[in-house]
C-alpha cells in the first residue's frame, strides 16, 4: 500500500534488553533482517536472509500488545531498509522510547534526534573495522551510545586510540563489551582498571539469563 510503507521484519519479541543504558528493562525488539556485512563474531546471522516485509501499521499494532515504552531496532542492520525512518517516527509519535542497535557502518546522519542510537564501533577482529564510518562519531550525541565489541587486548588498545583520536574521553556513554565466552569478563575490567578508563564494562546480560538463545 503506497501510504503504509513496508520493512523486512525478521522478528518481533518481549525480552530483556540485555545491553547498554536500558540494561534490564523489559523491552520490545523489533529485528530487521538482511545485513551486508560479515563481522567474524555475529550472532544473528539467521537475520541476514529470514525476512518477511511487513507494514510499519502491522509492526505498531503487533507491539501495543505488549505493556512497555521501550522498543529497540536491532538487526542485521536496521539502517539497510530504505523506509526505516518511518517505523522511527511513527514510534516516536506514539511515545515509545526508541533506541536503535547499528553497527557503525552506515550513514547515521538523518536518524530522527529523539531516537537514541546505540552504535557498535567494529574492532579488528570483527574483520570489517575497515569499513566503520568515523565520521558518525562527529554527529553522534551525548546522549548515544558508542559500543566496542572486543575480543582481545589488540581490539582493546585499538578501541582506546579511537576514543583518544577522536576526542570522545568525556563522552559519557562508551560501553566495552567483551565477545561472550571469547573474552573473561575478569580481563577486560583489570585492563580497564588499569588505565583508569572513563568507560562502561558491559556485559550482555540476556546471554547470562538465558545463554546465547535466539528470540531472547
Ligand atoms: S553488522 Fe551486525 S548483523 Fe551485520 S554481520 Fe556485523 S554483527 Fe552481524
Not at 523489533?30 to 525476512?51: L, V, W
Not at 526505516?84 to 534526534?113: A, C, M
Amino acid at each position: 500500500m503506497k501510504d503504509d510503507p513496508s520493512i523486512s521484519i525478521n522478528e518481533i519479541f518481549y525480552s530483556i534488553q540485555g545491553e547498554a543504558k536500558n540494561s534490564g528493562k523489559p523491552t520490545v525488539f523489533i529485528r530487521t533482517a538482511g545485513c551486508p556485512f560479515d563481522c567474524s563474531y555475529c550472532d544473528t546471522e539467521y537475520a541476514f536472509t529470514e525476512g518477511k516485509q511487513t507494514s510499519v501499521s502491522n509492526i505498531i499494532n503487533k507491539i501495543e500488545n505488549y505493556k512497555t515504552k521501550y522498543i529497540t531496532v536491532t538487526g542485521g542492520e536496521p539502517l539497510v531498509q530504505k523506509n526505516i525512518n518511518i517505523l522511527f517516527n511513527k514510534l516516536l509519535e506514539n511515545k515509545y522510547y526508541v533506541s536503535l542497535e547499528t553497527s557503525g557502518l552506515v550513514d547515521i546522519s538523518s536518524i530522527p534526534k529523539n531516537v537514541e542510537i546505540v552504535m557498535d564501533i567494529k574492532t579488528p577482529s570483527s574483520n570489517e573495522s575497515d569499513k566503520n564510518i568515523i565520521e558518525n562519531l562527529k554527529i553522534i550525541k551525548l546522549t548515544d551510545v558508542i559500543k566496542f565489541v572486543i575480543e582481545t587486548k589488540d581490539d582493546y588498545e585499538w578501541s582506546k586510540n579511537i576514543i583518544f583520536n577522536n576526542s570522545l574521553t568525556n563522552h559519557p556513554n562508551i560501553y566495552f563489551s567483551p565477545v561472550h565466552d571469547k573474552l573473561e569478563p575478569s580481563l577486560i575490567a583489570s585492563w580497564i582498571l588499569e588505565d583508569s578508563l572513563n568507560v562502561t564494562l558491559q556485559l550482555q546480560i540476556h546471554k547470562y539469563i538465558w545463554g546465547d538463545v535466539r528470540g531472547r
